[in-house]
């Protein structure tokens, strides 16, 4: 990776990104949200998007997710084109956005057993999940009546229930204490060894995370290069009026 | 080395488990039934009085009964995906590997169950505060089959409706615009079939034309809803 183009080993075959965009283009209406965008993500490595609201952070995410069509360009995930082959990925595909995707009346376990029987999961999974990120105590009570941090909590349970390859995090650590944010970073953090497209407004956290940094601005790619090449004020100026 | 197969969820445990979901979530906190119940309640209150009849038999019952029903209907129809679009429903189901459909059928079933359990409140107390006749066990089995018949078609379109309705801000007056017109040949099939059933002396025979037209509508309606659902959720 390093440059946003399929990346190559030295001496040795090239390798297939994960994720991979060409003259990705996608409006709502007439307004363009995402204009000819170009990203790659090898295997196993972060993609860390930053830009202000309304850039097409959370679209790129949709569009990837196979949640919306791409009007214009080529977006290939684990090798399968979209739209066309988006059923063969969706179940290797783990979104977290803003939306936790509960019922607020449904108790976090029958959340998730309904999600596990829509990815045919093995209900003891449910468990495992909802111990590792301290929810097990409240597993059964309702979500409407859990905090921001613990529904985001669940929410990470619930994008990696079916234990995908991809995931998309729309800032991931949003609402999270730093207890929590040692608890689900197992799963959907840098340790977690899966690809990632995490969304950011944190430069200096941001681009610890990721390996290589994408600033977008009114749907383009205003900056591209690795995470280590980038500095927190360029960050800082994707945010200038 | 061969890429992974794609991980797909049969369609049969994909529509269990949205029909499971469904009635676990009417059962935690009722809303759709209970709601339809008291509206159909109340509207044969209004026909009570609308009509200045203590009692009605024939063809005004025939027809009272199926219009509170259509309208109670649509009160569900209306919030039918309601949960599903505020809470993230829709995207749960676009982003598993699962055939779309199994959200139409689960959905329709589901609408199907509430609409019976609404006619086990409605049927008696249309009885207790409008109709002449009393029911006997065998108009009971009619107008249960009739319901049944009628039920499935409103399942099915208020499904569909209900669907695309909530795509749009106007969901309140674009739900009922587009049913009722699809739903007139339900209740004109469900009223004509009724009627004779209804009728002051004794249950007339079950007219097995309006029985025989309400399936093929069901039928048509099935197919035809099955076939596009699909893009009324693509974006």
């Known amino acids: 990776m390093g440059d946003g183009t399929p990346g190559a080993r030295p001496g040795g075959s090239p390798v297939v990104p994960a ?157 999270l204490d730093p207890a929590a944010i040692a608890l689900v970073e197992p799963l959907v953090g840098r340790s977690s060894g899966r690809t990632r497209i995490v969304t950011s407004h944190d430069p200096a956290g941001g681009l610890l995370e990721g390996d290589v940094a994408l600033g977008l601005k009114a749907g383009r790619a205003a900056l591209l290069r690795p995470s280590a090449e980038v500095t927190a004020a360029e960050i800082g100026e994707l945010y200038a009026a | 080395m061969s890429p992974p197969a794609p991980r797909t969820t049969p369609t049969g445990t994909a529509i269990l488990a949205l029909l499971r979901k469904e009635l676990l979530l009417e059962r935690k906190v009722p809303q759709l039934v209970p709601a339809m119940a008291l509206f159909s309640v109340i509207t044969f209150v209004v026909f009570h009085f609308g009509l200045q009849r203590r009692s009605v038999d024939g063809e005004i019952a025939a027809g009272v009964l199926s219009v509170t029903l259509l309208f109670a209907a649509m009160l569900g129809a209306n919030r039918l995906f309601v949960a599903d679009k505020d809470e993230g429903g829709f995207d749960a189901v676009l982003l598993a590997p699962v055939d779309r459909t199994a959200l139409f059928v689960a959905k329709a079933v589901s609408f199907l169950v509430f609409l019976v359990a609404l006619e086990i409140v409605m049927v008696p107390a249309f009885a207790l505060f409008l109709l002449g006749p009393g029911l006997t066990l065998e108009m009971v089995g009619q107008i249960a089959l009739l319901l049944l018949l009628a039920d499935i078609g409103i399942a099915v379109i208020g499904t569909l409706v209900g669907a695309l309705g909530i795509q749009t801000r106007a969901r309140d007056l674009l739900v009922p615009l587009i049913a009722l017109p699809l739903l007139v040949p339900v209740i004109i099939g469900l009223a004509r079939g009724l009627a004779p059933i209804l009728v002051d002396g004794g249950a007339g025979d079950l007219a097995g034309r309006w029985l025989a037209i309400l399936a093929l509508y069901d039928l048509v309606f099935g197919l035809l809803a099955y076939a596009v659902f699909d893009f009324l959720l693509d974006d």
Not at chain 1, 47 to 58: E, I
Not at chain 1, 100 to 117: M, Q, V
Request: with cysteine.
């Open chain 1, 19 to 175: 994720i991979r965009t060409e003259a990705l283009v996608r409006r709502f209406g007439e307004r363009v949200v995402l204009d000819r965008l170009d990203v790659a993500v090898d295997p196993g490595q972060t993609l860390v998007v930053f830009g202000p609201n309304g850039a097409g952070k959370s679209t790129l995410l949709r569009v990837l997710a196979t949640l919306l069509r791409p009007h214009r360009g080529h977006v290939e995930i684990l090798g399968e084109a979209l739209p066309d082959r988006a059923w063969a990925v969706r179940g290797r595909i783990g979104l977290l956005t803003h939306d936790p995707l509960l019922y607020g009346d449904l108790s976090a376990r029958d959340n998730l057993r309904f999600h596990a029987r829509l990815h045919s999961v093995e209900q003891e999974r449910i468990d495992v999940l909802l111990d590792a990120v301290g929810l097990l105590r409240r597993a059964d009570d309702p979500v409407h009546t859990f905090s921001r941090g613990m529904l985001q909590r669940v929410a990470v349970c619930r994008a990696v229930l079916h234990d995908p390859e991809v995931l998309l995090l729309d800032e991931p650590w949003a609402n």
